[in-house]
């Protein structure tokens, strides 16, 4: 059974550019979380999606965004970008029904420097 | 609200030695809790979860943590430490609450980083 893929693993970006990343979940999963890791403030949570709808959102500025799609993929938006969202970005994702007891599954991320 | 703290950033231990990384917890609900292990340039990878089942939770790669709620504490052992084992370890307690469909998000805390010794 393939585990969560993410795209791209690296990627660089200048200061005011955007940049979208790419989440595709194990089959299955019906929930996509998103968190930010960086060395200062460790692991944060962004945002998770449940059949295509924003159910949770963390403590960032509306420029993080993100979607679902029918298929459970999902993708997430820095618009923007400030020095300060250089930091790997990780996707994980669950069964989200039933007996779950929240355990998430996590991709290698995608690792963001801004410029 | 629920939180996490790892005691201490940096542990070292000797290759062979006990492996003891701390782990506290607050929650208002009886907790889901969690280790995950994290190799340089990878994601997190599950070592072991506690759902109110057996208070001493066995995991891969021969780690194992007793839940204390007395203490509110989640201690993450391993009777011999190996080379291999030398990689950031992340405790979370999840928020998850209600039937299914319910929002899920894990806090994790600020994470311990093993350095074996030879």
């Known amino acids: 059974k393939a585990g969560v893929t993410q795209t791209p693993r690296y990627l660089i970006k200048t200061r005011g550019q955007q940049v979208t990343l790419s989440c595709s979940p194990i089959s299955g999963h019906r929930s996509v979380s998103w968190y930010q890791q960086t060395p200062g403030q460790g692991l944060q949570f962004l945002f998770e999606y449940f059949s295509e709808t924003q159910r949770n959102k963390g403590n960032f500025p509306g420029r993080f965004s993100g979607r679902q799609f029918s298929n459970s993929r999902s993708e997430m938006n820095v618009s923007t970008l400030e020095l300060g969202d250089s930091a790997l970005y990780l996707c994980a994702s669950s069964l989200a029904k039933g007996q779950n007891t929240g355990e998430l599954f996590f991709g290698e991320g995608s690792r963001l420097t801004v410029l | 609200a629920q939180s996490v703290t790892q005691l201490g950033s940096h542990v070292s231990v000797s290759e062979g030695a006990l492996v003891l990384l701390r782990c506290n917890y607050s929650s208002s609900v009886p907790p889901y809790l969690f280790w995950y292990v994290q190799y340089p340039n990878q994601g997190l990878q599950l070592l072991l979860k506690?759902?109110?089942?057996?208070?001493l939770v066995k995991g891969i790669n021969g780690f194992e943590a007793e839940f204390k709620k007395s203490e509110t504490s989640f201690h993450l052992t391993k009777p011999s430490a190996h080379m291999s084992d030398a990689a950031e370890y992340f405790c979370a307690v999840s928020d998850l609450r209600g039937s299914s469909g319910s929002a899920r998000q894990l806090t994790f805390g600020s994470g311990t980083q093993l350095t074996v010794l030879p």
């Open positions: 506690y759902t109110s089942a057996a208070t």
